[in-house]
């Protein structure tokens, strides 16, 4: 009796599991009693037990959406379509957090390429980033990728060896410089551009790796200098990389199984 009992929770399970991940758009509690016609009280146990095993999660809005096991799974494979969607819960938060502007950012041909934005809750500082791309060495998001190695210098220019663009009197000119500033970017986990890509900004970015322990995006704080100062600075850069680990975790990086996967290789 107990197996059979136990093998018709594992069906009513699936079949709840079923109607989320082939969904279209979030569903609600209701909708899924409703739609697999099992009890509220039982529908209520089988999606805890599937949420504390990372197979279901839910929105801000108790929604639930497929969760933390399938982002993992479908990031093995190189898929990146679904980053804004698992990434934005995290650009919320921290916007909330920050009142500032919040970017995240990939490598695209030797640029930064900012994919989403959550808009600063302040009328200075309202810029829309999206689709936009920068040079790596003088934002916050592209020094994160280099010192990780998701993105590579462009090609030097003829004539110009190891000169890097200058943008603002304080960018840094020189892959000799680059290359220091990464070392201390890595030893404290996020990088800092103050007025370096445009005069008046400044901005923090943070890593976000993937399963294996590769950094595959980053996420950044940008405001302008006058709200940026040194305590809203480093204050913005422990909620930048906090919600940037919290990414990383549900992306399936699991920071002690990497670095021994690391060290084998």
């Given at each position: 009796?107990?197996?059979?009992?136990?093998?018709?929770?594992?069906?009513?399970?699936?079949r709840?599991?079923?109607?989320?991940?082939?969904s279209?758009?979030?569903?609600?509690?209701?909708?899924?009693s409703?739609?697999?016609?099992?009890?509220?009280?039982?529908?209520?146990?089988?999606?805890?037990?599937?949420?504390?095993?990372?197979?279901?999660?839910?929105?801000?809005?108790?929604?639930?959406?497929?969760?933390?096991?399938?982002?993992?799974?479908?990031?093995?494979?190189?898929?990146?379509?679904g980053?804004?969607?698992?990434?934005?819960?995290?650009?919320?938060?921290?916007?909330?957090?920050?009142?500032?502007t919040?970017?995240?950012?990939?490598?695209?041909?030797?640029?930064?390429?900012?994919?989403?934005?959550?808009?600063?809750?302040?009328?200075?500082?309202?810029?829309?980033?999206?689709?936009?791309?920068?040079?790596?060495?003088?934002?916050?998001?592209?020094?994160?990728?280099?010192?990780?190695?998701?993105?590579?210098?462009?090609?030097?220019?003829p004539?110009?060896?190891?000169?890097?663009?200058?943008?603002?009197?304080?960018?840094?000119?020189?892959?000799?410089?680059?290359?220091?500033?990464?070392?201390?970017?890595?030893?404290?986990g996020?990088?800092?551009?103050?007025?370096?890509?445009?005069?008046?900004?400044v901005?923090?970015?943070?890593?976000?790796?993937?399963?294996?322990?590769?950094?595959?995006?980053?996420?950044?704080?940008?405001?302008?200098?006058?709200?940026?100062?040194?305590?809203?600075?480093?204050?913005?850069?422990?909620?930048?990389?906090?919600?940037?680990?919290?990414?990383?975790?549900?992306?399936?990086?699991?920071?002690r199984?990497?670095?021994?996967?690391?060290?084998?290789?």
């Amino acid at each position: 009796m107990s197996n059979q009992n136990g093998t018709q929770a594992v069906d009513r399970a699936a079949r709840l599991l079923a109607e989320v991940v082939h969904s279209a758009d979030p569903m609600t509690f209701t909708e899924l009693s409703g739609t697999t016609g099992l009890a509220k009280s039982t529908t209520s146990r089988l999606l805890l037990a599937l949420e504390r095993n990372g197979l279901v999660r839910r929105d801000d809005h108790g929604r639930f959406l497929p969760g933390e096991m399938f982002v993992s799974f479908a990031w093995r494979g190189g898929a990146q379509a679904g980053l804004v969607a698992v990434a934005q819960p995290f650009l919320d938060r921290l916007g909330k957090a920050t009142g500032e502007t919040i970017n995240l950012g990939v490598s695209s041909n030797g640029m930064v390429e900012q994919i989403a934005q959550v808009d600063s809750t302040y009328l200075i500082g309202g810029t829309n980033w999206v689709g936009m791309s920068v040079p790596l060495h003088c934002s916050a998001l592209g020094k994160v990728l280099l010192a990780y190695g998701a993105a590579q210098l462009p090609p030097e220019k003829p004539g110009q060896p190891g000169k890097l663009e200058r943008r603002t009197a304080k960018t840094i000119t020189t892959e000799a410089a680059l290359r220091a500033e990464m070392a201390g970017l890595r030893a404290r986990g996020y990088a800092v551009t103050d007025e370096e890509l445009e005069p008046g900004l400044v901005a923090v970015a943070a890593p976000i790796y993937g399963y294996d322990g590769s950094v595959v995006a980053a996420l950044s704080v940008s405001g302008p200098a006058s709200r940026m100062a040194r305590d809203g600075l480093a204050t913005a850069a422990s909620q930048c990389a906090e919600e940037a680990a919290g990414l990383s975790a549900v992306l399936g990086y699991r920071q002690r199984a990497a670095r021994q996967n690391r060290k084998a290789g």
